[in-house]
Nanobody, 119 residues
Framework: QVHLVESGGGLVQAGGSLSLSCAASGSFSSINTMAWYRQAPGKQRELVAAITSGGSTNYADSVKGRFTLSRDAAKNTVYLQMNSLKPEDTAVYYC?????????????WGQGTQVTVSS
């Protein structure tokens, strides 16, 4: 079992910044990819940013240039720095991890953290 503990989030004015972190713990051989998704009311969950074990990142077009995802492999933790926030960034943000255990891959989700950007 793998547990993802998210922290950060909250309320910020448009143009402001917030930082999210997600720490993975539990039993696994390695973490393949960690990512942040978000889901706004009435919308589907969408990928915000992802980072591989090799450090490669990809971002949703809507956040490129504003969000930065980084990873501390030793701590099994990822950090999402969100700058120049917009009201449309308001959503519940979920951490996701794809882990490898005994040659099999599993996906896990965090509980979600609310990000609200006021105009």
């Amino acid at each position: 079992q793998v547990h993802l503990v998210e922290s950060g989030g909250g309320l910020v004015q448009a143009g402001g910044s917030l930082s999210l972190s997600c720490a993975a713990s539990g039993s696994f051989s390695s973490i393949n990819t960690m990512a942040w998704y978000r889901q706004a009311p009435g919308k589907q969950r969408e990928l915000v940013a992802a980072i591989t074990s090799g450090g490669s990142t990809n971002y949703a077009d809507s956040v490129k240039g504003r969000f930065t995802l980084s990873r501390d492999a030793a701590k099994n933790t990822v950090y999402l720095q969100m700058n120049s926030l917009k009201p449309e960034d308001t959503a519940v943000y979920y951490c996701n991890a794809r882990v490898e255990n005994s040659g099999r891959y599993f996906r896990y989700w965090g509980q979600g953290t609310q990000v609200t950007v006021s105009s």
